[in-house]
């Protein structure tokens, strides 16, 4: 004699009663199937994520670029180094006239040292290139190397004020020398040459 089933027990097969096997839409979702879902919910909140960081840096940037002026550079004004080295007296000091307000001075320095003093000045040229005029009583044999990296003279340059000669300098820089009895002048940059000239004819 066989014992009797609870009355709550659930049978163990699956088999629905009419005897036909259960449809696709009842079966327990598939391990590859959670996966591919959790996979899709992590992309999601990691886009979600980036898209959190990226507005607040956006806001900075644009804050910057519009109230700040941060794709200025920065001028600076020459006239302290420029004084500072014609009270000194080491060498006559020249300094250009007539520039456009385009171009942007972004360096100024004087310094005197043991083998002779020099004065630095940095532009900013209409194009966006860099320019800069030095100033020295340093011996020129000792000064050319230094500044023009070994650059080798290529001829005069057809320029008022004085016998400038033309240079290669490091990299891809150009140069202009004028070579005087009691100091060197060079213009040299990455500028245009139509730009260097420009700054070296401006020395007054």
Do not use: C
Request: aromatic share 4%; no cysteine; proline share 8%.
């Amino acid at each position: 004699m066989e014992a009797v089933q609870p009355a709550d027990r659930v049978p163990t097969d699956a088999t629905p009663t009419d005897g036909r096997p259960a449809a696709s839409g009842d079966r327990p979702a598939s391990p590859a199937s959670s996966a591919r879902a959790r996979s899709e919910r992590s992309l999601k909140d990691m886009a979600l994520s980036l898209l959190v960081l990226l507005v607040p840096i956006a806001l900075l940037l644009a804050f910057y670029r519009g109230f700040l002026n941060g794709e200025q550079p920065t001028t600076v004004d020459p006239a302290s180094a420029v004084e500072l080295a014609r009270s000194e007296g080491a060498f006559p000091v020249s300094q250009p006239d007539g520039l456009g307000s385009d171009w942007r001075t972004v360096s100024a320095r004087y310094r005197a040292e043991e083998g002779g003093a020099t004065l630095r000045i940095g532009y900013l040229t209409p194009q966006g290139r860099g320019a800069q005029l030095v100033e020295s009583n340093v011996p020129a044999d000792k000064l050319l190397p230094a500044e023009l990296a070994g650059g080798q003279p290529q001829g005069p340059a057809d320029l008022p004020g004085g016998t400038w000669q033309q240079y290669t300098a490091r990299s891809n820089e150009h140069a202009l020398v004028l070579l005087e009895a009691n100091r060197t002048v060079i213009v040299i940059g990455d500028a245009r040459e139509d730009e260097l000239r420009q700054l070296a004819t401006a020395l007054r």
